[in-house]
């Protein structure tokens, strides 16, 4: 094992012990080093001391002509920056050669967001069974859910029982870096929810009796009674918006992006919104401050005085 080998397991404890990330914010650092570090050795430089600026940025040229999105550079450089800062504090280097490489400037596209109407259509979409189905009512209470938490798919899935409160109507979610927050929901998701966890859930909970132990921690369960995944969240969001005829993919953070909008749009201030969203930095939020074409037109014939 090289000292950069070394290095690198020690960072890794860093941020797995220390630092208490999330295991998957640990293992996507873990591959982002590994993956340069093979293209530095390939290079004939082993030793991270022998490594300059210029090597860096080489790397996210490298990162380009293969076609990756600017998000994805951006957060393979943030790991880059991030390793290099731990290499300069345990003094394995004496400068930090990364710090002037700057990530690339992400595409203008705003995110997916469904109007108001749309989102109701695809609410209605998810309950076919007419308040019997049990699937049928998990599918429409984890929608309403989603959408009126603003939650990842990842917190959805992960939210138990007793992450629930349902007489103050919020929820405790488990955000990236294992950080928790409460979230009000509303009275459409509370009835959906209370629908759900009074028939639906228990008999799909019954379908895993005979597979084991029930699952009696998840909100969310599979037709085989244990906690559902977040392929089958996308699968669902998929199917609700083929029956709910919108025109385009949809995908669970659709929702979560539609909620930020609405909210902003309905004249939440954006420090509120970082705060539901769980997001680090307010810079993340302020991308649903975006004005839709139409209220700009709106606003212009209602407010310029030659409009009209």
Request: charged residues 25%; aromatic residues 6%; neutral net charge.
């Amino acid at each position: 094992m090289t000292d950069t080998d070394r290095l690198l397991v020690q960072f890794i404890a860093h941020i797995d012990v220390e630092r208490g990330l999330a295991a998957s914010t640990v293992a996507a650092y873990r591959a982002d080093i590994e993956r340069y570090l093979q293209w530095l050795k390939s290079r004939g430089k082993a030793d991270l001391a022998q490594v300059g600026r210029q090597d860096v940025e080489d790397y996210i040229a490298v990162l380009d002509q293969a076609g990756e999105s600017s998000r994805s550079k951006a957060r393979r450089l943030a790991s880059l920056h991030e390793f290099h800062r731990f290499a300069l504090a345990q003094h394995a280097v004496e400068d930090d050669v990364s710090a002037g490489v700057k990530a690339p400037k992400a595409s203008g596209h705003l995110p997916d967001v469904l109007s108001v109407d749309e989102v109701r259509r695809l609410l209605e979409a998810a309950d076919l069974g007419g308040g019997h189905d049990p699937v049928a009512l998990r599918d429409s209470a984890l929608l309403e859910f989603m959408y009126a938490t603003g939650c990842r798919v990842s917190e959805a899935v992960g939210a138990d029982l007793s992450d629930l409160d349902m007489d103050e109507q919020v929820v405790r979610l488990m955000g990236k870096g294992s950080k928790e927050r409460l979230v009000p929901f509303g009275a459409y998701a509370r009835q959906s929810l209370d629908d759900y966890l009074a028939g639906g859930r228990q008999a799909l909970e019954a379908k895993g009796r005979g597979k084991g132990s029930p699952e009696r921690r998840a909100i969310f369960l599979n037709k085989r009674g244990r906690r559902l995944s977040r392929q089958s969240v996308w699968e669902i969001t998929r199917q609700a918006g083929e029956r709910a005829h919108i025109d385009r993919p949809l995908h669970p953070h659709t929702l979560r992006h539609s909620y930020a909008t609405h909210l902003i749009q309905g004249g939440a201030d954006v420090r509120t919104v970082q705060e539901l969203l769980g997001h680090a930095s307010v810079t993340t939020t302020q991308i649903y401050t975006h004005v839709s074409p139409e209220n700009l037109i709106e606003t212009y014939l209602s407010s310029h005085p030659r409009a009209r």
